[in-house]
T-cell receptor, first 115, second 115 residues
């Protein structure tokens, strides 16, 4: 596998379910990101991890819980979600933060539908 | 204020013609990077081109070039010889030197290439 992979690609869950999204990067990067992309809205940064440490949490509701066990893996644990949480969830990775010359590489995304 | 502004929600271009997608940015950081991404209907964000704030020349990558006008704070993407496969959403993004954790994305431009 190369690049950034995400599983599952599609997920339908009820509001009382608990599920997890998985992201894995094979690029040797040390920063990983979770984004939410809703229809007709800009990409929303949710969480940032650098060397497994969380460096950003953009006021994300606690029903979203990230986990980064190592620099290659990132999880997003979901529980008691709301219908408005339905969106495309994108994972990305990049090389060191500074200087700001390194692009992000994105996974294919998980299309989440909350019923 | 918006960090990245893309004022064209949708654009059409004839196959084999060139098209310019607009992007303006707002930052007081002297060190920053500007990025363009393509998002086909499949959902994956694909990195296209990068321009650094200190770069003297406009970036080019194949059929993609970036028209960087620093004084105007604009970083327009030019796609030459459009192909049907270029139909997608295009996002402009910025990364600042002092807060390199974050990538700021615009709302995107939907490009349709007409045969």
């Amino acid at each position: 596998e190369t690049g950034v992979t995400q599983t599952p690609r599609h997920l339908v869950m009820g509001m009382t379910n608990k599920k997890s999204l998985k992201c894995e990067q094979h690029l040797g990067h040390n920063a990983m990101y979770w984004y939410k992309q809703s229809a007709k809205k800009p990409l929303e940064l949710m969480f940032v991890y650098n060397f497994k440490e969380q460096t950003e949490n953009n006021s994300v509701p606690s029903r979203f819980s990230p986990e980064c066990p190592n620099s290659s893996h990132l999880f997003l644990h979901l529980h008691t979600l709301q219908p408005e949480d339905s969106a495309l969830y994108l994972c990305a990775s990049s090389q060191d933060f500074r200087p700001p010359i390194y692009e992000q590489y994105f996974g294919p995304g998980t299309r989440l539908t909350v019923t | 204020a918006q960090k990245i502004t893309q004022t064209q929600p949708g654009m059409f271009v004839q196959e084999k013609e060139a098209v310019t997608l607009d992007c303006t940015y707002d930052t007081s950081d002297p060190s920053y990077g500007l990025f363009w991404y393509k998002q086909p209907s499949s959902g994956e964000m694909i990195f296209l081109i990068y321009q650094g704030s200190y770069d003297q020349q406009n970036a080019t990558e194949g059929r993609y070039s970036l028209n960087f006008q620093k004084a105007r704070k604009s970083a327009n993407l030019v796609i030459s010889a459009s192909q049907l496969g270029d139909s997608a959403m295009y996002f402009c993004a910025m990364r600042e030197g002092d807060s390199g954790n974050q990538f700021y994305f615009g709302t995107g431009t939907s490009l349709t290439v007409i045969p």
